[in-house]
């Protein structure tokens, strides 16, 4: 039982590092219709840009807010002026295209102009162990779920808490009436932009010191992010979470008591099941969207 709990445990912080990629996922497509499939690379990047920093002498704090403060220009401002906008009035499908090849090129920029191979990072928790009962667990386990829920948590609150994250809902739920309350729907949505780019810097400073930093680590993070987001519900912050939380727990538990070599399969068989039987995800409403 006690090995039972402790993949629990460190499933759910693998998954709540999930959640916060699959969260940047759920609120784009609210408050702009945008599916972004380069999601996983905005992780990766991030992980570089703080490897750049430590590399010039900063301390990893530092380093960390100054990639943050560049996560938001390059990839909140510069993807929402440089890619969205000029796409999101011709449909969803010309977006998908678009972060497909944003993906493809930042991979291949990262892969020509860093390295192609695996970079150490260093990881923000010290390399202990806590006993807690029949328990061990580590430091990092504990401290990314800490973190983790807190950044999400906190998005939570802040939408359903503050004026302004009411605003942006009233932006997803419709953009016509926004305008008409007075709403500046185009700030609105700048700061979702800006919020899933600081998600990405956070997911990047928890996921890498396991991951290395590579081009393609972003690969897997963006896929198990998309299948999360969907399994708890894609017009669903909440779920984002429940998605996130089921495939890292599924994942331990299926690498410790069935076979390792079916560990990566689990988030795209508990898509499928979630697609046949819930195609609204688990915590979603069945919804008409205007296109």
Not at 36 to 53: D, K, R, S, W, Y
Not at 164 to 171: D, L
Not at 268 to 290: N, S, W
Request: hydrophobic content about 55%; overall charge positive.
């Amino acid at each position: 039982m006690s090995d039972f709990l402790q993949l629990v445990v460190s499933g759910t912080a693998v998954g709540a590092i999930y959640a916060l990629a699959a969260l940047g996922f759920t609120l784009l497509w609210q408050a702009s219709g945008t599916i972004n499939f380069a999601q996983g690379e905005f992780v990766m990047v991030p992980a570089f840009i703080t490897l750049l920093c430590l590399g010039w002498g900063m301390p990893l704090p530092l380093a960390f807010a100054v990639t943050c403060l560049v996560a938001m220009a390059l990839l909140g401002v510069a993807f929402k002026n440089a890619v969205v906008d000029p796409l999101r009035r011709h449909g969803v499908i010309p977006l998908v295209i678009a972060t497909l090849g944003l993906s493809i090129g930042l991979k291949n920029l990262v892969k020509a102009g860093y390295s192609a191979g695996p970079q150490p990072f260093p990881n923000v928790f010290p390399d202990t162990l806590f006993t807690l009962g029949p328990l061990r667990l580590s430091a990092y386990d504990l401290g990314a779920l800490l973190l983790a829920g807190v950044m999400v948590f906190g998005v939570q609150a802040f939408l359903n808490r503050t004026v302004t994250g009411r605003a942006m809902q009233a932006v997803a739920q419709n953009t016509e009436a926004a305008t008409v309350l007075g709403i500046n729907v185009k700030r609105m949505v700048l700061y979702v932009f800006l919020i899933n780019a600081l998600l990405a810097s956070v997911t990047a400073l928890l996921v890498t010191p396991t991951y290395l930093a590579k081009f393609d680590m972003g690969d897997a993070i963006g896929l198990k992010a998309f299948y999360a987001a969907i399994i708890g519900g894609f017009n669903q912050t909440r779920g984002a979470l429940l998605g996130g939380v089921l495939v890292g727990v599924l994942e331990n538990l299926t690498g410790a008591y069935v076979s390792p070599a079916y560990k990566e399969g689990v988030a795209l068989m508990l898509f499928l099941v979630v697609i046949l039987f819930k195609p609204e995800g688990l915590l979603g409403k069945a919804e008409e969207r205007k296109v």
